[in-house]
């Protein structure tokens, strides 16, 4: 199909050159092609990362680069251990990425398919691609992606802000440090006990919202109820994730009585998912690590919104650079939960920003608008 796209491509610039005496721009086909490059970069995080089930202090990583006619579109995967992909296997991945068929970036649609069909899931690796040639596209465009998408600036919301599971002392000591944001963000998901301890820690600082994530944590539907219920009392507003994936009939039960919406985080993947999950859940946790990037994203939006649900945009522990990739989605979401970057030390990008209110700052740069800071690492870029 290619070369035939190819050969038909040169046919009519050959017509064009015969017709104007041979004084013709050569065929975009000529043009150099996509240069994909990637080097690993570990994450390190500012604080131990703990959540229901295990926690850590690094974030594997890799950091991609696209670049066409001089310019460089900026992408990333983030790896936490629990999604099954790893620095290695990204690199993997992106060693059978072969990019020279495509002549045009602008054939997003058709570089995208063809990179989701090299191998099933590897949806991080997807989306270092997918953000890379996002960033490309908007630059060569020379407009930013959130204006391309034709939503406004002015209406992004707050990101939450996450505090870790912790002892009630730590707890206490971590909400009283944390940035003025509207939505503080917890980790429950263990006994009533423990989860009543953290959140009745945190009201002792703050009446602020609280977004509950129990990342699966509940064994037990009117147990997770019962938390459910008096979560509301405590000024909760939402629940990501009560029970396991693989529990969809009692989540549904839970959703049918909850005071609270109910968000999809571990139930759902890619677009596909989202058909099965309305009458389960209120609403999706959309993140573009685990849905191969912005295009798909773009897509789930549109999907929920079709069924009535809610939208959030999520992320893993990520750079400002897949940060801001996912911000430009953020004016069309209820929520948005996207202090990934804040809570790493080496960030090798500036980008997305947060007013001392939390409110999502979208760089008026073109593309994802993250660039990197001058001392960040690249030089020695391989693949
Ligand atoms: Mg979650």
């Known amino acids: 199909m290619v070369s035939r796209r190819n050969f038909l491509r040169a046919a009519v610039s050959l017509a064009a050159a015969g017709a104007c005496g041979g004084l013709v721009r050569p065929a975009r086909a000529s043009a150099l092609p996509l240069r994909l490059s990637w080097y690993p970069y570990e994450l390190k995080l500012r604080h131990l990362f703990g959540v229901a089930g295990n926690s850590r202090t690094t974030t594997q990583g890799v950091q991609v680069r696209l670049e066409y006619e001089g310019i460089t579109g900026y992408g990333e995967a983030s790896m936490p251990p629990y999604l099954g992909e790893s620095a290695a296997s990204v690199q993997e991945f992106l060693s059978r990425v072969d990019l020279s068929p495509f002549r045009d970036p602008f054939e997003m649609e058709a570089i995208l398919d063809y990179v989701d069909r090299i191998a099933e899931n590897n949806a991080a690796a997807k989306a270092s691609i997918d953000i890379a040639l996002h ?98 009392e405590e000024g909760c507003v939402l629940v990501e994730q009560p029970m396991s994936k693989h529990r969809p009939d009692d989540i549904a039960w839970i959703t049918a009585r909850s005071p609270l919406p109910i968000m999809a985080d571990e139930s759902l993947q890619r677009l596909w998912d989202i058909p099965v999950l309305s ?73 997305a920003g947060v007013s001392e209110t939390g409110k999502l700052l979208l760089p008026d740069r073109p593309g994802i608008g993250a660039v990197p800071k001058p001392d960040a690492p690249g030089e020695h870029a391989v693949g």
């Not at 999706?284 to 295009?295: A, E, P, Y």
């Open 135 to 232: 960033d490309l596209v908007g630059k060569l465009i020379g407009q930013p992606w959130y204006r391309i998408w034709g939503y406004s600036a002015e209406k992004t919301p707050a990101t939450f802000y996450t505090i870790g599971i912790d002892t009630p002392e730590k707890v206490t000591e971590k909400t009283k440090e944390a940035p003025a944001f509207p939505i503080l963000k917890v980790k429950l998901g263990r006994s009533p006990k423990e989860d009543k301890e953290m959140v009745t820690a945190i009201r002792s600082v703050t009446g602020r919202a609280i977004a509950v994530d129990a990342n699966q944590g509940w064994p037990e539907k009117t147990l997770a109820l019962d938390m459910i219920e008096w979560l509301a």
């Open 279 to 351: 009458g389960v859940f209120s609403g999706i946790n959309i993140k573009l690590m685990k849905c191969t990037g912005m295009r798909e994203a773009k897509k789930m939006i549109t999907a929920a919104r079709t069924l009535g649900m809610k939208v959030m945009i999520g992320c893993m522990t990520e750079t400002s650079c897949a940060i801001s990739a996912a911000a430009h989605l953020s004016p069309a979401a209820d929520w948005a939960d996207l202090d990934g970057n804040l809570l790493i030390a080496n960030d090798p990008f500036d980008g």
